[in-house]
């Protein structure tokens, strides 16, 4: 499974503006429980710097721009989102930062699940590097006692 990946809404050009869609299980891969904005970011500072335990959210760039930043302990990748009809679906378990705002930015995230305050994020990457690990280890542990 990939843990994050560019998605695409609806567009349509009118007359008078552009019209963005997306709807629960077309464009957005899961129903949605949940939505905020991130904005009025101040230069030079970080949004995000946390990892969600459980919750699958996509980043929409609703006006201006920023640069996200993706790890999941082994592997990185930056994406530059400046585009509303393209967000990024971010899995549990990934670290996230948001960096590099434009003047007047605005992020959306849509997310799968409510807010779950004091057991929603891992806000230090250490801890969350160690929990990738044991997690991975898991993982080989079961396939192999899987193909045994």
Not at 36 to 62: E, S
Request: proline share 5%; net charge negative; glycine share 6%.
């Amino acid at each position: 499974m990939e843990k994050w990946k560019r998605i695409r809404i609806k567009k349509a050009a009118e007359s008078d503006g552009i019209l963005y869609v997306m709807e629960n299980n077309r464009e957005i891969p899961f129903d949605i429980q949940r939505i905020f904005l991130v904005a009025n970011v101040q230069k030079g500072k970080t949004r995000g710097d946390h990892a969600t335990k459980k919750t699958r959210l996509i980043l929409f760039p609703v006006s201006g721009s920023c640069r996200v930043h993706v790890d999941d302990g082994k592997t990185k990748e930056t994406f530059d989102m400046n585009d509303p009809a393209e967000g990024l679906l971010i899995e549990p378990m990934v670290w996230r930062s948001m960096q590099e705002f434009s003047p007047g930015c605005v992020m959306m995230a849509v997310c799968d699940r409510p807010f779950d305050p004091g057991n929603e994020t891992w806000d230090d990457y250490e801890v969350f590097l160690k929990k990738t690990e044991e997690m991975r280890m898991t993982d080989d542990q079961n396939r192999s006692a899987g193909n045994s």
